[in-house]
């Protein structure tokens, strides 16, 4: 286990400090609860345990925690400290697309449809139409849903009742569609149209009250 800001004085490198996999098989051996050595009341001083997760280095939230067999049961977390659920009913979030060619675009607007998410509006970024590929019939349908070329509302079915997704033709390259896209909300994530939603929903997270950075 290397600590680089950890420096030894004698040699002035970092300090390592050996694995410890091997003493605590050892041990195992020597005191697990199918062994010799045990107290004179019988009881192994090693016992084995699954309600001890490992999150060191995760971000979760409460729900991502395993749960023991019933309500009495509880789990040891070791690791970081957990963060809130978001809830757009405090804050709003965009979710801002950038697109090319438009053929992956419905699986998206499905996914919006169908997945647990907190977005209330999305903004699709895309080429002018000088550089845009011919639509086809359903791409023009889908773009003509809301009754404009350039907004459509898309029904959720688990999250806000209806979210806007608004069309917007780029003035600049791709790689300012972060900087270039037309929030209005106070925060907004990005992605493209190579990815969907995840139907089992998308969890962001937020800080708690007490955090400085809410």
């Given at each position: ?5 950890m420096k030894d004085p004698d040699t002035g490198g970092s300090i390592i400090l050996a694995a410890k996999g091997d003493k ?75 697109d090319w060619d438009g053929s992956l675009l419905p699986s998206v607007m499905e996914s919006l449809s169908n997945a647990h ?27 003509l849903l809301g009754g404009n070329a350039d907004v459509q509302t898309v029904t959720s079915h688990t999250g806000p009742n ?53």
């Amino acid at each position: 286990f290397p600590f680089p800001d950890m420096k030894d004085p004698d040699t002035g490198g970092s300090i390592i400090l050996a694995a410890k996999g091997d003493k605590f098989r050892r041990w195992w051996d020597l005191y697990g609860p199918t062994n010799a050595l045990t107290s004179p009341d019988g009881l192994s001083p090693m016992k084995e345990s699954s309600v001890i997760a490992n999150f060191a280095a995760t971000d979760y939230l409460d729900e991502h925690l395993p749960t023991g067999k019933d309500d009495s049961e509880g789990v040891v977390v070791h690791g970081k400290g957990g963060w809130r659920q978001w809830n757009h009913m405090d804050h709003d979030v965009t979710l801002v697309i950038s697109d090319w060619d438009g053929s992956l675009l419905p699986s998206v607007m499905e996914s919006l449809s169908n997945a647990h998410h907190p977005f209330t509006e999305v903004v699709v970024m895309r080429p002018p139409p000088e550089e845009r590929p011919k639509l086809s019939l359903l791409q023009r349908a889908m773009r003509l849903l809301g009754g404009n070329a350039d907004v459509q509302t898309v029904t959720s079915h688990t999250g806000p009742n209806t979210i806007n997704v608004k069309y917007v033709d780029r003035l600049h390259p791709d790689y300012m569609d972060l900087c270039a896209a037309p929030v209005r909300t106070n925060w907004f994530m990005t992605t493209n149209s190579y990815h969907a939603l995840n139907p089992k929903g998308v969890d962001l997270m937020f800080t708690h009250p007490s955090s400085n950075a809410e």
